[in-house]
């Protein structure tokens, strides 16, 4: 398991729009969001999944971790992404970024850092026996508007057997 899990946005809010946030502490123990993150997943507008967020904050298992000082920007993508890249970067041990945009997680991959996103936890949730239906979740994704592309969905179903 990795000794620091971040997390960027997208797999906060698509979890969270599906009452499946609570999969994160299961599956990784404390999740961080750098401040970037949080200013995107909790705007204050009251959007759906908002509670479960602050919920999760309020827990303890969520937590907002600040990027070093000094670690350099990557301009290339959004705010919170280029956030939990730098401070994975600058984290001594073990890594896991949790994203979802493909231009992030190629940049992180080149640094050498593990990369999961929402398709990759629901499928693990399923394998470890936390979720009854890999599918089901991804229906519901679907039907709250996020969208997972269909070839990663089937990769996903075929590895959990569904």
Known sequence: MAGLVLSDASPLIALSRVNGLALL??????????????????P????????AIMQALSAGWLAVTEPPPGTPALPELDEGESACIRIAL???GPTLLLMDERAGRAIAQEHGLRVAGTAAIIGLAKQRGLIPSARELFTLLHAAEFRIAPDVIRTVLERVAE
Do not use: C, K
């Open 25 to 42: 502490p299961s599956l990784f123990g404390t999740v961080s969001m750098p401040p970037e993150v949080h200013s995107e997943v909790l």
């Open 44 to 51: 204050g507008q009251d959007l759906r999944g908002e509670d």
């Open 90 to 92: 600058a984290h001594d």
